[in-house]
Nanobody, 124 residues
Framework: QVQLVESGGGLVQAGGSLRLSCAAS????????MGWFRQAPGKEREFVAT????????RYADSVKGRFAISRENAKNTVYLQMNSLKPEDTGVYYC?????????????????WGQGTQVTVSS
C-alpha cells in the first residue's frame, strides 16, 4: 500500500520559514516526479512546486517563486519543501503527491498518489 506522509507544518508568523517533509512508503519515488500542492479554505487545490525524478528540474507557481524550494532525497524516499518569507496567503493544507511519470508536471490529474496533508498557518 502506497503512503505519502507529510510533516513539518504548523503556525508561523509572516516572514518566517517552515520546512515540509514527505516520506513515501510502498513506493520507490526515484522513478517519479513529485509535487506539492495546497488548498486554502473555500478554494480549490492549487499547484505549488514540482521536481523531476532526478532532482535536476523544478517548477514553481508564480506566487511562491523565489521563496519556496522543492528538493528530494531518493535514497531516503523523501521530498522536501523549504518555505521562506511566508505570507498569510500561504496559509492552507499542503499536500505531497507522486506523479505518474518522471517529468515535472503542474496538473493535479498527472499525480497518482496523495498524502493526507499538513496544515500551514501564517499569521500576520
Amino acid at each position: 500500500q502506497v503512503q505519502l506522509v507529510e510533516s513539518g507544518g504548523g503556525l508561523v508568523q509572516a516572514g518566517g520559514s517552515l520546512r515540509l517533509s514527505c516520506a513515501a512508503s510502498g513506493l520507490t519515488i526515484s522513478s517519479y516526479a513529485m509535487g506539492w500542492f495546497r488548498q486554502a479554505p473555500g478554494k480549490e487545490r492549487e499547484f505549488v512546486a514540482t521536481i523531476n525524478w532526478r532532482g535536476d528540474s523544478t517548477r514553481y507557481a508564480d506566487s511562491v517563486k523565489g521563496r519556496f524550494a522543492i528538493s528530494r532525497e531518493n535514497a531516503k524516499n523523501t521530498v522536501y519543501l523549504q518555505m521562506n518569507s511566508l505570507k498569510p496567503e500561504d496559509t492552507g493544507v499542503y499536500y505531497c503527491a507522486s506523479a505518474r511519470g518522471g517529468l515535472t508536471t503542474t496538473t493535479l490529474g498527472s499525480y497518482a498518489y496523495w498524502g493526507q496533508g499538513t496544515q500551514v498557518t501564517v499569521s500576520s
